[in-house]
């Protein structure tokens, strides 16, 4: 399985913008990145996905290397609901997969008032 | 939007009994679901992937007499942790993809704490 390398934690102020990397030099042409997050003792929450083209929703905006090799999540403004687990994941997509979602580490982002 | 919803929230039970998980989804076909089981401080680690009306894919290392997972239809798919033991104590997740979607994201629900004594 292509595998995604982020950073064990990061630091964030409330109100200032916040930028995640995720690494996945390996990953194949039609893998899909996508970015979950969890909070406590709580399932995860989908944020955003995409392909190769830099993508935006109402949560974050996702920026996509040219060459796929790596992605930031980006977190406009950050507010302390948004402390939580972020899991940058390669959803796979090849004859007889699921779609399945196999999760790394992720990355835990703190927020300080 | 969609909707998981994982029932029991969290349950504890006496070594040597079974307990079922349901997680369903609320507003959308889910042909596929997926089991989680994470342990304090770690990630989420696939257990096994139900698809409606046939048998779950286990991945490697879980045993599937042990965990009965059953996805009877397009809305409902179950867990059945079978004599427990205290090492079986985790946080069990299950997700949902809707029905054509492949590519799109999934849907989870918000876990079951599962403690045995």
């Known amino acids: 399985d292509a595998k995604t390398t982020q950073p064990n934690s990061m630091e964030s102020n409330e109100e200032e913008p916040v930028h995640l990397p995720c690494n996945h030099s390996?990953?194949?042409?039609?893998?899909?990145i996508h970015w979950y997050r969890q909070l406590p003792s709580q399932g995860p929450e989908y944020v955003i996905h995409?392909?190769?083209s830099n993508v935006n929703n109402r949560m974050a905006s996702l920026a996509i290397a040219e060459d796929r090799k790596s992605s930031t999540l980006i977190l406009h403004r950050a507010t302390l609901r948004d402390a939580a687990v972020y899991y940058c994941?390669?959803?796979?997509?090849?004859?007889?997969?699921?779609?399945?979602?196999?999760f790394g580490k992720g990355t835990k982002l703190s927020v300080k008032p | 939007g969609a909707v998981v919803s994982q029932h029991p929230s969290w349950v504890i039970c006496k070594s040597g009994t079974s307990v079922k998980i349901e997680c369903r989804s609320l507003?959308?076909?889910?042909?596929?679901m997926f089991w989680y089981r994470q342990f304090p401080k770690q990630s989420l680690m696939l257990m096994a992937t139900?698809?409606?009306?046939?048998?779950?894919?286990?991945e490697q290392g879980v045993e599937k007499d042990k965990f009965l997972i059953n996805h009877a239809s397009l809305t409902l798919s179950t867990l059945t942790v079978t004599s427990a033991h205290p090492e079986d104590s985790s946080f069990y997740i299950c997700?949902?993809?809707?029905?054509?979607?492949?590519?799109?994201?999934?849907?989870f629900g918000s876990g079951t704490q599962l403690s045995v004594l």
């Open positions: 139900s698809n409606e009306g046939s048998k779950a894919t286990y």
């Open positions: 997700s949902a993809r809707e029905r054509g979607r492949v590519n799109e994201k999934l849907f």
């Open positions: 390996t990953i194949s042409g039609t893998d899909y």
């Open positions: 507003d959308f076909q889910a042909t596929t």
């Open positions: 994941i390669l959803r796979v997509n090849y004859g007889g997969s699921q779609g399945n979602l196999i």
């Open positions: 995409g392909l190769t």
